[in-house]
Each structure stands twice: as C-alpha cells, then as structure tokens.
C-alpha cells in the first residue's frame, strides 16, 4: 500500500519521459507537467486554469511555437474530451483550433487546412442560418458530449445577446 502512494506521488510529481522528450521545453519547465500529455506523438497543453477569448488562446499556443488543439480525427477527439473531463474534471467547453473562414463560412483548422472529419452537433443549421454568417465562428469542445460547438469569435456584444461566455479555457497542440 505504501509502495503503491509512493509510486502515485513520483507519478505526479515528475514529468513523464513523454511530455520531457515531446513538449516544447520551455514549457515543461515552467508549467506542471501535470497539464500536458503526449498522445500519438503529439504534446498537448490542457490549460484548464485559465480563461481567454478565442484569438488570445491562440496567441497563447503560438507562443511556444504550437496552435490550439486540432482533433481531425474521431480516436484523438475521443481521447481530449474524455482526458478533460475526466482527468481533468473539466465540464466547461475548451477552445479548439477551429473557425469558419470569414468569407464563405466553411470551416478551417489553426494550420489552414480544411475540415473535413468533423463532429459539429449543429453544423446544418450553420449552413442554413443567415444570422451565423455574420459573424465569425470559433469552435469549442465539450468535454461532456464530445461534440463541438460554434460561439461568436471576438465580439464582446455578440456575447452577451447570445448568452455565450466567450472566455473559455483550452488546449494547446505541439507538434514535434
Ligand atoms: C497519429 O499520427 C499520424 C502521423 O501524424 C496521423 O497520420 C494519424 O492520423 C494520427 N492518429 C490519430 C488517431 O490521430
Ligand atoms: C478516460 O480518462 C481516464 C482518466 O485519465 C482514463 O483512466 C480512461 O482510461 C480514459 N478512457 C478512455 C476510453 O480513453
């Protein structure tokens, strides 16, 4: 029993040889290694403990030379609803590296590329909706569902007409 506490405190305590050789350095010195997590190559930055509107997120992510999170496919998006909620506690949605381009509405990823896996839970009605392309839609993930959900951007009264908190927590991608 003794051994088995002393093996979770190390466990938390140090970084995993993981998130040592995967994450940006500067990263792993200066932030709780707790908070990062290395899957399928890939390091990603759980900030569960902070706010920010979509565009400082990712001013956040680029810092260390990452983005926000893209999960392109179902296994890695599987894998960051489930670690945020239930690692995590999270019940809050997290910024994703998502938005719908300005012009035309469809969707593109922080690296330019275009969505094409998706698990939008209201992506008809996006289409459809006049009032949606008006303004420009960051994406957000739900920890509790899997699903992704669009709030407005940036614009503070957008926010409050709708309801929506734009000052979300997120997750941070690294690729090596
Ligand atoms: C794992 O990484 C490879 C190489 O980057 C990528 O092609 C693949 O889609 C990734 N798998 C998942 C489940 O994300
Ligand atoms: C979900 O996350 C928990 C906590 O990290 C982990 O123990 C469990 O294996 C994960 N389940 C899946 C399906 O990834």
């Known amino acids: 029993m003794l051994y088995l506490m002393v093996a979770v405190a190390l466990a ?3 970084p995993n040889a ?3 050789n995967t994450c940006p350095p500067r990263l792993v010195s200066a ?3 707790f908070y990062m997590q290395v899957f399928n190559g890939t390091c990603f930055h759980f900030v569960v403990n902070d706010r920010k509107m979509y565009r400082d997120a990712s001013i956040a992510c680029r810092k260390d030379g990452g983005t926000l999170a893209m999960p392109k496919t179902e296994t890695l998006n599987r894998y960051l609803s489930n670690q945020s909620l239930h690692y995590y506690g999270v019940v809050d949605e997290l910024w994703i590296g998502l938005r719908d381009h300005e012009d035309d509405s469809t969707f593109i990823w ?6 094409v896996w998706h698990h939008l839970a209201n992506y008809q009605d996006h289409d459809n909706d ?8 960051c994406v957000a993930l739900d920890p509790l569902d899997g699903f992704w959900y669009d709030s407005p951007c940036n614009n ?3 926010s409050a007409a709708l309801g929506s908190d734009l000052q979300k927590m997120y997750i941070c991608q690294y690729s090596s």
């Open 156 to 158: 503070q009264l957008w």
């Open 130 to 137: 006049w009032f949606g392309k008006l303004i420009e839609d």
């Open 31 to 33: 932030i709780n290694p």
């Open 18 to 20: 993981n998130v040592q």
């Open 110 to 115: 922080a690296d330019q590329e275009q969505m």
């Open 12 to 14: 938390t305590a140090a």
